[in-house]
């Protein structure tokens, strides 16, 4: 078995190997560059965890693995088009380096890319991973349109967001477990459970972006606090502390999200104070632990040898602590 570091290396080995041979070479540059960035390669490594619950030997399954790293790698590629980010992990986002013309068809390329990577896989899986990668692309573009439907409302209540993120986060995580327990042949029963066990890990990870973006160090965390309070983006935190606000914080609060022109770190000290005085950082981190702990929950039901969770449970762990 590999704990997390050991498959991690293994990953960003492969994804180093891979071939962009096929013309034009313009097309197929931004891919390999978005791919070339880092990152955390949560997905694949959690696929290959959950594979490694079940079987040895997790790199088997590595290009089903680089499939699903490829896939979340075109969300961001569009997503940071849709936002018009200048930067992704310290460097040029693609429409900035080259164009959005070249983004939008190279991200398309990347969707297809994924798609032949994830069939490469044994002909007795096929049909199954199939359908649960598709449905998740699916789901995963409908978290990101409610996500830009909240933009236009003030009215966002709590569970509709969990529900967003759910889909637009959470069950990529899920189905990278969930498809590393396919592949090596486990029960459905124990499939579904560590589905389970990535959609609240994911719901939690989510959770701790929202946290992050404002209590983060950012130095640590790799951009500028307080994003989302700028933009008045509808996370966990802002929701409830307009719902848990009295009558003077709510309308601090109103005022900040109405204004058109403000100092940005006038704004975000105000926001942050508001958060504060109402205990959201706490709310925030109590619901982020709720999620975790209910992810070891359904962990604890899978049936295999507890040995034999360590390094995922290890994983598990080390996200829930981190700082970025």
Same mark, same amino acid.
């Given at each position: 078995?590999?704990?997390?570091?050991?498959?991690?290396?293994?990953?960003?080995?492969?994804?180093?190997?891979?071939?962009?041979?096929?013309?034009?070479?313009?097309?197929?540059?931004?891919?390999?560059?978005?791919?070339?960035?880092?990152?955390?390669?949560?997905?694949?490594? $959690?696929?290959?965890?959950?594979?490694?619950?079940?079987?040895?030997?997790?790199?088997?399954?590595?290009?089903?693995?680089?499939?699903?790293?490829?896939?979340?790698?075109? =969300?961001?590629?569009?997503?940071?088009?849709?936002?018009?980010?200048?930067?992704?992990?310290?460097?040029? =986002?693609?429409?900035?380096?080259? *164009?959005?013309?070249?983004?939008?068809?190279?991200?398309?390329?990347?969707?297809?890319?994924?798609?032949?990577?994830?069939?490469?896989?044994?002909?007795?899986?096929?049909?199954?991973?199939?359908?649960?990668?598709?449905?998740?692309?699916?789901?995963? !573009?409908?978290?990101?349109?409610? *996500?830009?439907?909240?933009?236009?409302?003030?009215?966002?209540?709590?569970?509709?967001?969990?529900?967003?993120?759910?889909?637009?986060?959470?069950?990529?995580?899920?189905?990278?477990?969930?498809? !590393?327990?396919?592949?090596?042949?486990?029960?459905?029963?124990? @499939?579904?459970?560590?589905?389970?066990?990535?959609?609240?890990? +994911?719901? @939690?990870?989510?959770?701790?972006?929202?946290?992050? *973006?404002?209590? +983060?160090?950012?130095?640590?965390?790799?951009?500028?606090? !307080? +994003?989302?309070?700028?933009?008045?983006?509808? =996370?966990?935190?802002?929701?409830?502390?307009?719902?848990?606000?009295?009558?003077?914080?709510? @309308?601090?609060?109103? /005022?900040?999200?109405?204004?058109?022109?403000?100092?940005?770190?006038?704004?975000?000290?105000?926001?942050?104070?508001?958060?504060?005085?109402? !205990?959201?950082?706490? $709310?925030?981190?109590?619901?982020?632990?709720?999620?975790?702990?209910?992810?070891?929950?359904?962990? *604890?039901?899978?049936?295999?040898?507890?040995?034999?969770? =360590?390094?995922?449970?290890?994983?598990?762990?080390?996200?829930?602590?981190? /700082?970025?």
């Amino acid at each position: 078995m590999y704990n997390s570091e050991e498959i991690l290396h293994k990953v960003n080995e492969a994804l180093n190997a891979l071939p962009y041979d096929r013309k034009p070479a313009s097309l197929y540059a931004p891919i390999s560059y978005v791919l070339s960035l880092g990152g955390k390669r949560i997905r694949p490594v $959690l696929m290959l965890l959950g594979y490694n619950l079940f079987n040895e030997h997790p790199e088997q399954i590595m290009m089903q693995a680089l499939a699903l790293e490829t896939y979340h790698n075109y =969300t961001l590629l569009h997503d940071d088009l849709m936002d018009n980010a200048d930067l992704r992990r310290g460097h040029q =986002t693609v429409h900035k380096r080259w *164009d959005a013309n070249t983004a939008i068809l190279s991200g398309d390329s990347m969707l297809v890319l994924a798609y032949q990577r994830m069939a490469q896989c044994d002909a007795k899986h096929l049909p199954q991973v199939l359908e649960l990668f598709t449905e998740t692309a699916l789901e995963i !573009g409908e978290g990101q349109q409610y *996500d830009m439907d909240f933009e236009q409302r003030n009215d966002v209540r709590e569970e509709e967001y969990i529900e967003m993120i759910r889909l637009k986060t959470s069950v990529l995580l899920a189905c990278a477990l969930k498809m !590393g327990a396919i592949l090596a042949d486990a029960s459905t029963s124990d @499939a579904q459970l560590l589905y389970k066990v990535g959609e609240q890990v +994911g719901l @939690a990870f989510q959770l701790q972006d929202d946290l992050l *973006d404002v209590y +983060g160090d950012p130095k640590v965390f790799g951009k500028a606090i !307080g +994003g989302d309070i700028t933009s008045n983006k509808k =996370t966990y935190m802002l929701i409830n502390a307009v719902n848990r606000a009295d009558e003077s914080q709510r @309308a601090e609060l109103t /005022k900040w999200i109405g204004l058109r022109e403000f100092d940005k770190e006038e704004k975000i000290a105000a926001v942050i104070r508001i958060y504060n005085d109402i !205990g959201i950082r706490q $709310l925030c981190e109590q619901k982020i632990n709720f999620y975790f702990g209910e992810a070891k929950k359904y962990l *604890d039901q899978v049936s295999v040898k507890e040995e034999r969770k =360590t390094y995922l449970r290890q994983y598990m762990d080390e996200m829930l602590k981190r /700082k970025c």
